[in-house]
């Protein structure tokens, strides 16, 4: 099992920490990958992007140009990302930041509301777990509970008390697309 992924949107929005969350909870269950951050000089509000890829064999290479499955947060990612997706592969995008919806035929789309999810859930800032939780829920890569692992290992010590609520986000996201 390989999974070439690529976590777009604008900083800001959690895409390097889902990527960096991803690959740890990986990394734990004893897999290969590779973890690939790419933003511009902003932190807030510049586009950003994370290229992960998780596998049972040795990895080649992190240097992808197609991906097996798309999380797309914003319109200009959509528009840089959807054509590099592969036949056949996954686009998971959250509705809020896309103005024209990806177009493609050849490809399972989920659209998510991750951010009306959190706002209902008093938890806007959990948005980026319910978007993890929403690849989870098509494509468990990896276990629940080594997720929870990574938050502990990627979160500062003074925000552990946010794992709780981290972890009912992720499992959110799970639902939102595991019933698609």
């Known amino acids: 099992m390989t999974q070439e992924i690529i976590i777009a949107g604008f900083g800001g929005q959690g ?3 889902m990527g960096k969350i991803l690959a740890y909870s990986a990394l734990m269950e004893g897999k290969e990958v590779s973890w690939m951050p790419a933003y511009g000089p902003e932190q807030r509000g510049g586009t950003a992007n994370v ?7 040795r990895i080649s290479s992190p240097i992808v140009s197609t991906f097996d499955t798309a999380i797309i947060l914003n319109q200009p990612s959509l528009e840089k990302f959807e054509s590099k997706i592969k036949p056949g592969g996954t686009l998971i995008y959250d509705g809020y930041g896309i103005s024209i919806p990806p177009q493609r035929t050849d490809i399972n789309i989920h659209e998510i509301n991750a951010m009306d999810v959190a706002a209902e859930m008093g938890n806007p800032k959990g948005f980026n777990m319910i ?4 690849l989870l829920g098509l494509h468990p890569i990896v276990q629940v509970e080594n997720v929870l692992k990574a ?3 990627t979160l500062p010590a003074r925000h552990h008390d946010l794992i709780p609520a981290n972890e009912e986000a992720l499992r959110k996201g799970m639902e939102l697309t ?3």
């Open 178 to 180: 595991a019933a698609q």
């Open 15 to 17: 895409v390097l920490s």
């Open 131 to 134: 978007v993890l939780g929403s």
């Open 151 to 153: 938050l502990r290992k």
């Open 51 to 57: 290229t992960v890829i998780v596998s049972d064999q």
